[in-house]
């Protein structure tokens, strides 16, 4: 090891060594290995992993000291070399510095808050259509009853694409790019080859051109619209930069797959785990409902949309249950962070799953308990679920708002109750975190509504 090497490993936390078995451990299960890493080295150590060196931090004030940073400090986080591979290279969440800057200005407008509630008609005519399909006595998986209503809501809002058999294309598509998205080359990039045609990633290769196929039409026909419609589409199509340029196909076409595949899969997985967390606490689902109620017997879904009730409940559910367990920074040319000097091209990482449990900000923090929503905001350093400083998602308004809304449709209509008699465990999905068997719920009843014929 030269001198340049042992200065850089004396400048880094303690922490274990090996990184195949250190990225097999975590993989298997985070926050295990989480809890024994901090018991073992404290609140901030060093792992290795198959791409690099990361220092974890667990706590709010470190994780607000990474979030204070800019772009000066740090470039773009941990995989992007598997993620550019499926989102693009014009995606905001692989851009870094001003070309994040610049494009991130463009993009905000389109994806204001309030812009936002224009798509809650559509989520609610989603949640309605698929909950006709469920018949009382019959279990569904609700990872998957609710990855179909996120798909058709996303499709319709992004896309604008509403003819059936061209819903039914983008669907499939969809899920076969994210079905194949698998964690282990994230962490072991040698996997990331198609082996002459055979394994994962040619699989993952060959679903992903069929895709970009289906957007490159999608992005033609609305180029040559007469007039823009009301989807995301039609309006990244119609934006321009500070120089009055258009935005590229390439670049059109690589946000649009960051919404589509991004975006429906983590609100999706999030509902999962709000209806199974309403149907655990039956004072909650009763508090829920006599809310909604004040709102009539059909309320307009952007009411839905606005209810503190139904938000503080999806906001709960993404504490509790974080999808995606860290946020990255990778230090540009060295960063000060609490009493260490971070090397150059170490990558930072909070963890959400640890700063979310903090006892100090959320006391029981294993408990369900959506009232601490309404009775304090918590800045982004402490609730960490949709990021926070330069990078905060942008689609932050509209996952929010498709939650509620979906939630606010279908808990009026429909009892739920868990086919598990022990909790939930937290398992890896793709690379995420979902709830294990896509938490299974049984239909008790329906409450009210039209019948299924």
């Known amino acids: 090891m030269d001198s340049a090497s042992r200065m850089n490993r004396m400048d880094l936390p303690p922490g274990p060594r090996y990184a195949p078995l250190q990225s097999f451990l975590y993989m298997l299960n985070p926050y295990g290995y ?5 018991a073992r080295f404290g609140d901030t150590f060093s792992m290795p992993s198959m791409n690099g060196m990361l220092v974890l931090v667990n706590t709010p004030d470190a994780a607000r000291e990474i979030l204070s940073g800019g772009t000066k400090d740090f470039d773009i986080g941990f995989g992007v070399d598997l993620l550019s591979h499926l989102l693009g290279s014009n995606s905001l ?24 509630k224009a798509y809650a008609p559509a989520m609610h ?16 998986v609700m990872q998957n009853e609710m990855q179909s209503i996120s798909l058709d809501v996303i499709i319709r809002a992004v896309l604008g694409v509403t003819e059936p058999e061209r819903l039914s294309v983008f669907r499939e598509a969809i899920r076969h790019a994210v079905s194949e998205v698998s ?64 935005l590229s196909d390439s ?16 609100t999706a997985t999030a509902l999962a785990w709000a209806f199974y967390e309403v149907t655990q606490h039956p004072e909650i689902e009763r508090w829920l409902l006599d809310e909604i109620a004040t709102l009539g017997s059909e309320p307009d879904p952007v009411q839905l949309s606005d209810l503190p009730a139904l938000q503080a409940v999806s906001r709960e559910t993404l504490r509790l249950h974080p999808i995606v367990p860290e946020f990255f920074r990778t ?3 060295g960063y000060r962070l609490q009493n260490w000097n971070i090397p150059p091209g170490v990558v930072l990482a909070g963890s959400i799953l640890s700063i979310q449990q903090d006892r100090e900000l959320y006391p029981h923090p294993e408990r369900f308990d959506p009232q ?25 308004a509209f996952a929010l708002s498709e939650m509620s809304v979906v939630l606010g449709t279908l808990l009026p209509r429909y009892a739920l109750q868990s086919t598990k008699k022990r909790p939930l465990k937290t398992v890896r999905r793709h690379i995420t975190l979902g ?15 039209p019948a299924r014929h």
Request: hydrophobic share 40%.
């Open 251 to 266: 670049a059109i076409r690589d946000h649009l797959v960051t919404l589509l595949i991004a975006g429906h899969e983590t």
């Open 372 to 396: 601490r929503f309404l009775q304090q905001d918590f800045a982004p350093h402490e609730f960490a679920a949709f990021g926070g400083g330069h990078r905060y998602c942008l689609g932050a």
């Open 93 to 116: 969440l692989l851009l870094a510095g001003d070309a994040h800057r610049r494009e991130r200005k463009v993009l905000s407008p389109v994806f204001h808050g309030n812009r936002m």
């Open 125 to 140: 005519q989603a949640a309605m259509d698929r909950g006709a399909q469920w018949l009382p006595g019959e279990t569904i």
């Open 34 to 38: 989480m809890a024994r890493m901090r």
């Open 183 to 246: 964690p282990w080359p994230l962490f072991i990039s040698p996997l990331r080859h198609e082996f002459f045609g055979v394994g994962p990633w040619a699989r993952f290769m060959r679903h992903k051109r069929a895709f970009d196929l289906l957007l490159a039409e999608e992005i033609t026909s609305a180029r040559s619209r007469p007039e823009p419609g009301e989807d995301i589409l039609s309006r990244l199509v119609d934006c321009t930069d500070e120089e009055g340029q258009s």
């Open 435 to 449: 709830p294990e068997g896509g938490a299974p719920l049984r239909v008790i009843a329906q409450r009210f509504g």
């Open 331 to 333: 230090v540009k040319n």
